[in-house]
């Protein structure tokens, strides 16, 4: 059956006058009726394993804006926990989790087979928005990539240069691939069960996969987004993956090849020309705003905007931004960018 979903389509490969698009964290703190709900819901993680409420969040951007994809409201830390790690959210400062520093560490994290126990409630959201999205939005499921995870799980919270995770990588390179196989084996169930639950497509976001160079990038960022689309593939047929290296440079070059993704998505510290040529020419690229103009708004919103569409337009392109929408973003400015993309 041809597909009538715009992002569908661009993901198998049709090149559209108007781009379909969506933004990463587009459910989120920048829009009044997200926090009123995270107010409703508690904290952060209550409202990730609360499906109604995660299913409405959701849902909040998907009525203002008429995105063509509403991505499952959850987050990448999700899997670590169910894995065992001790999970929790400071306000104003990130997450913060149980390290991982020696084999006893990583001894003493649960089986891959366990995990649905912690995130059934993720798949009961998936199975809320695949019955209530409009017809024409396609549903987006999500998991961290193995590096990004392990990044949080060994350092026990965010770092700037990821310093930990590479010290363990160099230190004890087989205590560090166990961990990196572990999240791997449990990403590819996780993801599978969103998909039976009724997710479309895949994302894998490797947030810090800039900071692996050369033979890492391959063996750490490659190497495992290849194995999870490969599997997933194998048991899913025809669902789209989506690969985002962020600040690859370079290692976005090849990397659809490589890893059989779909489609790259491109952060804003490349250009969209840059691009054009070097990524699209292996198919569905998504992106690449900078998330600092849904702050700033004004005319540079809609030239830069006009820009990437222009830049990728010989080819499949999702319009997104180049990272998450930050808190301090405008909801006018958003909709500017929609009005442009869209030509209105
Ligand atoms: O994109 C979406 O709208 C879907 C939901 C989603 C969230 N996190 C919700 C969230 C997705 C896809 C993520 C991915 C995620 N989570 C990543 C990878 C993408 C990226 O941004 O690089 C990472 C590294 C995390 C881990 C994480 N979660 C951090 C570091 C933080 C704290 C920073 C912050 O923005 O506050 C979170 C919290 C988080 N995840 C929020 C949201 C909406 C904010 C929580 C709140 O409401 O207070």
Redesign the pocket.
């Known amino acids: 059956m041809a597909e009538t979903k715009k992002l569908l389509r661009a993901l198998a490969g049709e090149v559209q006058d108007v781009p379909p698009i969506w933004m990463?964290?587009?459910?989120?703190?920048y829009l009044p009726e997200y926090r009123a709900t995270?107010a409703q819901a508690g904290d952060?993680l209550s409202l990730c394993y609360n499906p109604e409420l995660a299913a409405e969040v959701t849902l909040q951007p998907i009525r203002r804006y008429g995105f063509d994809a509403a991505?499952?409201?959850?987050?990448?830390?999700l899997v670590p926990q169910a894995l065992g790690a001790e999970l929790w959210?400071v306000t104003g400062e990130?997450?913060r989790l149980s390290t991982i520093t020696q084999q006893s560490d990583f001894d003493a994290l649960k089986p891959v087979e366990t995990i649905h126990e912690t995130l059934s409630p993720v798949y009961e959201t998936v199975r809320i928005l695949s019955r209530e999205l409009p017809s024409e939005t396609t549903l987006i499921g999500?998991a961290?990539a193995p590096w990004?995870v392990a990044t949080y799980m060994i350092a026990g919270r965010?770092t700037p240069d990821q310093g930990p995770a590479h010290a363990l990588r160099e230190e004890n390179t087989a205590l560090f691939e166990a961990l990196l196989d572990r999240i791997t084996l449990a990403t590819i169930e996780y993801l599978s069960a969103q998909i039976d639950a009724g997710a479309e497509v895949v994302k894998i976001?490797d947030?810090w996969a800039g900071s692996l160079k050369g033979d890492a990038f391959q063996k750490y960022a490659v190497e495992p987004c290849r194995v999870i689309t490969q599997a997933i593939k194998a048991r899913h047929p025809g669902i789209p993956v989506i690969g985002f290296p962020?600040e690859a440079g370079d290692g976005y070059i090849g990397f659809a090849k490589a890893t059989g993704v779909d489609c790259v998505a491109l952060d804003n510290s490349v250009s969209p020309e840059w691009g054009a040529e070097h990524v699209q020419v292996d198919g569905c690229v998504q992106g690449n705003l900078a998330s600092s103009h849904m702050v700033t708004g004004g005319q540079a919103l809609v030239d830069e905007t006009r820009r990437i569409v222009q830049a990728f337009s010989n080819g499949p392109h999702i319009f997104n931004l180049g990272?998450?929408i930050t808190p301090d973003a405008d909801p006018e400015n958003v909709q500017l960018m929609i009005d442009t993309v869209r030509g209105r």
């Open positions: 990463m964290r587009q459910a989120g703190r995270r952060f991505i499952l409201f959850a987050d990448i830390l959210f990130g997450p999500f961290g990004t965010g976001f947030s962020r990272h998450g």
